[in-house]
T-cell receptor
Framework: KNEVEQSPQNLTAQEGEFITINCSYS?????LHWLQQHPGGGIVSLFM???GKKKHGRLIATINIQEKHSSLHITASHPRDSAVYIC???????????FGTGTRLTIIP | GAVVSQHPSWVICKSGTSVKIECRSL??????MFWYRQFPKQSLMLMAT?????????EQGVEKDKFLINHASLTLSTLTVTSAHPEDSSFYIC????????????FGPGTRLTVL
């Protein structure tokens, strides 16, 4: 079992729909990252969370430390949101990140 | 957020040649830099962790003599793929974390290496 699991693996939605991507992990963590990777390959760091909730524009990230679960939400989705979204966690006492396998999101106009 | 750049963004080379990839933190001092490799449709795989002024720590299975990492300053780390072969073709990504930004890693845009 991977330490970090994401669901769904693939998601296709219509423009304007509300999107939720989930991430579950099995270790105690000091931080959780949500990353976005576009087809060209470059990675953008969207959020770093250690508790609670963060919002940036149409993106919202939440984390429940007790349940070892985080969600990334996209409101009013747009085709430019099409990308791979990756969850990564930093275990307590470890500087390395462990990555989920990613969720490929496609937003259809 | 902080900016990390990589150069070149893509490179094509002949088998047997060496290729150097640079990773720079543009607006912060990167005490630690990470080098990742990503194969198509797979997640990032950590190759090595480098701290400024000391030798890099390589992950199991990564040949340190083939993938030379230097982190000589707080703003620059380099990865040199020596005697590159077609199987080294991949997407190489660096990330950096630094002073005043504990736990947050900032990622570079990546370098696509193609070895012919």
């Amino acid at each position: 079992k991977n330490e970090v699991e994401q669901s769904p693996q693939n998601l296709t939605a219509q423009e304007g729909e509300f999107i939720t991507i989930n991430c579950s992990y099995s270790v105690g963590i000091s931080a959780l990252h949500w990353l976005q990777q576009h087809p060209g390959g470059g990675i953008v760091s969207l959020f770093m969370l250690s508790s609670g909730k963060k919002k940036h524009g149409r993106l919202i990230a939440t984390i429940n430390i007790q349940e070892k679960h985080s969600s990334l939400h996209i409101t009013a989705s747009h085709p430019r949101d099409s990308a791979v979204y990756i969850c990564a966690v930093r275990a307590r006492g470890n500087e390395k990140l462990t990555f989920g396998t990613g969720t490929r999101l496609t937003i259809i106009p | 957020g902080a900016v990390v750049s990589q150069h070149p963004s893509w490179v094509i080379c002949k088998s047997g040649t060496s290729v150097k990839i640079e990773c720079r933190s543009l607006d912060f001092q990167a005490t630690t830099m990470f080098w990742y490799r990503q194969f198509p449709k797979q997640s990032l795989m950590l190759m090595a962790t480098s701290n400024e002024g000391s030798k890099a720590t390589y992950e199991q299975g990564v040949e340190k003599d083939k993938f030379l990492i230097n982190h000589a300053s707080l703003t620059l780390s380099t990865l040199t793929v020596t005697s590159a072969h077609p199987e080294d073709s991949s997407f190489y990504i660096c990330s950096a974390e630094g002073l005043g930004a504990r736990d947050e890693q900032f990622f570079g845009p990546g370098t696509r290496l193609t070895v012919l």
